[in-house]
């Protein structure tokens, strides 16, 4: 028998977050986890169970986190990082999944995303895919401008080195600053310009601001 895939929630409205994980856990084969009211307190949840000790634990890779804050963009990207980051896989729950919202959180390593507006069984049949390593993204609205659900996430690194270049830094700078070769720095530069679809420094800044990247290294959400 298939073991039952853990969900967590974390939504800043206690009433919703706990209505959604006992939504949830009446599914087959899907067990309630923490109801958290921020990344904060998910990650000092976490930390007190002793849920895995690493970001590759088991008890992390196949658990899902439900992400539903009522937040700017750059926010809910900044909590699908820490997510993602602790081994977890991030799904995003949002009433305005439009295309910037959406594009900060798959750049921050979200593995889809349901419209606030679905019925459980859509929620259920997405869980159940991010799950298993798969994408989900909700059926667009008629003229939604959502990207498709093939955009690659940032890695860690390329999310740095966006974050300097962001912050003015110069491909040299850059390369100095994290001990790799100016190459190296191109080449990460290339692929970021490809799941990105910017080419320009400038484009390049403004979507790092608005996807919360330059944000997320100011700030310990942990």
């Not at 967590?8 to 109801?35: C, K, N, S």
């Not at 990344?39 to 976490?46: A, G, N, P, Y």
């Amino acid at each position: 028998m298939l073991a039952a895939i853990l969900v967590h929630v974390i939504d800043d409205h206690r009433l919703f977050r706990e209505a959604l994980l006992h939504a949830v856990q009446a599914a087959p084969g899907v067990r309630a986890g923490f109801a958290a009211g921020s990344v904060r307190e998910f990650t000092s949840l976490v930390r007190s169970a002793g849920l895995g000790d690493s970001g590759t634990s088991p008890a992390r890779t196949a658990s899902v986190v439900l992400v539903s804050l009522r937040q700017p963009p750059s926010v809910v990207a900044e909590a699908v990082a820490v997510v993602t980051a602790m081994g977890f896989r991030a799904l995003l729950i949002s009433d305005a999944c439009g295309r910037m919202e959406l594009l900060a959180a798959w750049a921050a390593g979200c593995r889809g995303c349901v419209d606030g507006g679905a019925g459980l069984a859509e929620l259920r049949r997405a869980i159940r895919q991010v799950s298993a390593g798969l994408r989900y993204l909700s059926r667009p609205t008629e003229a939604d401008d959502r990207p498709p659900p093939t955009v690659d996430p940032l890695s860690n690194r390329e999310r740095e080195v966006l974050a300097l270049v962001a912050s003015g830094e110069r491909d040299r700078d850059i390369a100095d600053r994290l001990s790799v070769s100016v190459h190296t720095i191109r080449a990460h530069l290339d692929h970021i310009r490809r799941k990105t679809g910017h080419r320009r420094r400038a484009e390049l800044t403004r979507f790092a601001v608005e996807s919360g990247i330059v944000l997320h290294r100011k700030r310990d959400l942990t």
